[in-house]
């Protein structure tokens, strides 16, 4: 009966459009949140065309239950859809999918760790390198397990992740499921570490490297991806001013060629009052066009790179973006939040440019060129209570020799803009 009555309970608030973090007691917890965005996008660098327009939803809802601070099950549903997308109001566009789902053993035998195995979340450090997308509609999860060893003290985590699975549940064993001779699984994993460190209240740093292998074969003797990441970051906190340095190397084998790629990152901020301004460099190692021989770009597939590399999102899919010449931004950032007031608001300029230099060719003239283009991010935002909040967004891009050769002949100014809620109690 008093599972029953819990069960009636959790129904309730899930139907309530109270979406907040409540603890029900007994180790019970419901968490939810609506992310709503409209968005005006003209980023096709031409005023001879009309601004698309476009509305995107993102709703989850999970229920937690905690069993003697031991054991945690969760569960998280989601929604994502852009709104209009089903062929009318009567159709259903099936987009209710499990976003979080995993079980969680902590001091398992006694010993001070914990075990996390399902489909979960996976954020380290600032998501430079792997993070869980938050901007984007749907967002990013992963099937795996994770070991954390001393979580209190020694903080390291060991995780196993499944990106692509080519074999399907198997429950009937006969020979044809067998094929002899066997072949190897086409399976996409990652394998890694993080290490985080606390020196003190304003210094800490992670340590980390993870393996990424696509076992689908291109060659004789070679698969898709065998790769290694190794890398650090570092936070410091001197006074107002603070600072954050990254970096990464990546090493191994792509497609039957070497791989020897690096990232390094370096910002510093400063507070004055009730603002706060930055500079800050990222450098992304690229390909020469030439080199046909060894692969020499940074690849960051699994960071958040919407929180990087500007805004409008002309750079979140490297090396495709960057037409595999590596990435410099060069960046200020400004922010000002008022003492007792709801409201904030921030701009952010970026200088984009090539790691390695390409030849254009545009109306029949060939010139060595190493400029995407420069971005303009603004941003404010209002605190309406906490955890809901409304932000309206407006970006432009002005191109430079790189982006007037992707576009050709498209050589305007480009502009979004985007008015967001978002209600995370």
Known sequence: MKTLIKIFLVSILLVSTNFSQQDLGDGWQILGQVMLRSELDGRDFSNSTHPLTFASSRIRLGVAKTFDEKVQLFIQAQDSRVFGSESNTLSNSKNLDLHQGFVKLTKLFGWNFSFQAGRFEVSYGTQRFIGAVGWHFVGRSFDGARLTIAPNKWDLDIFALTVKESVSYIGNATSSTYPFPQEPTPASSI??????????DANKFDLFGYWEVDREKVG??????????????YWGIFGNFST??????QLGDQAGKDVSAYLISAQGHYKIGIAKVGLGADILSGTKPTNRDKVNTFYPTYGTNHKFYGFMDYFINIPVNTLNLGLHDFYFKAKIVPENSEWEFAADFHHFMSNQTAVSNVNGVSKDVDTFGQEVDLTIGYNFIKGTKLIWGGSFFFQGDIMKSIFDPREDTAYWTYVMVVANL
């Not at 394998?191 to 003190?200: R, S």
């Not at 954050?244 to 190397?249: F, H, N, P, R, T």
Request: glycine share 10%; with cysteine; charged share 25%.
């Open 191 to 200: 394998y890694g570490i993080w290490k985080k460190t606390n020196i003190d």
């Open 220 to 233: 004789v003797d070679s698969c898709k991806l065998n790769k290694a990441t190794f890398g650090g970051t």
């Open 244 to 249: 954050i340095v990254e970096a990464a190397y």
